[in-house]
């Protein structure tokens, strides 16, 4: 199985710039689709994006396309998650996901579909 445990959340201004890091072990990060989810205060866990095993082809989130970047190395067995032109709304902890490759990937995919999770990182955007 898979391990993941994420990097680089914080305190940023809105407008800002964060960089996220999921960092996997036990196994091959290029073996599994790998996601990334949130949750704010008193919300429920909400899909922001996700990555292909196979191809890299990358899926968002309505509320995070054309802000956030999802991106895989596969020599440091991780995946980043980019995030530009942060809004006082993108406040939350950040979780990094993975799951087996037989699942389809999409713009709009559920807690269930992922099978591993990181501990999360919180991610705080001042107004």
């Known amino acids: 199985q898979v391990q993941l445990v994420e990097s680089g959340g914080g305190l940023v201004q809105a407008g800002g710039s964060l960089r996220l890091s999921c960092a996997a072990s036990?196994?091959?990060?290029?073996?599994?689709?790998v996601g990334w989810f949130r949750q704010a205060p008193g919300k429920e866990r909400e899909f922001v994006g996700a990555?292909?095993?196979?191809?890299?082809?990358?899926y968002y989130a309505d509320s995070v396309k054309g802000r956030f970047t999802i991106s895989r190395d596969d020599a440091k067995n991780t995946v980043d998650l980019q995030m530009n032109s942060l809004k006082a709304e993108d406040t939350a902890v950040y979780y990094c996901?993975?799951?087996?490759?037989?699942?389809?990937?999409?713009?709009?995919?559920?807690?269930?579909?992922?099978?591993?999770w990181g501990q999360g990182t919180q991610v705080t955007v001042s107004s």
């Open positions: 990555i292909s095993w196979k191809d890299s082809r990358t």
């Open positions: 996901t993975a799951t087996f490759p037989y699942h389809t990937l999409g713009p709009a995919m559920g807690i269930g579909d992922f099978r591993f």
């Open positions: 036990g196994r091959t990060v290029s073996d599994y689709h």
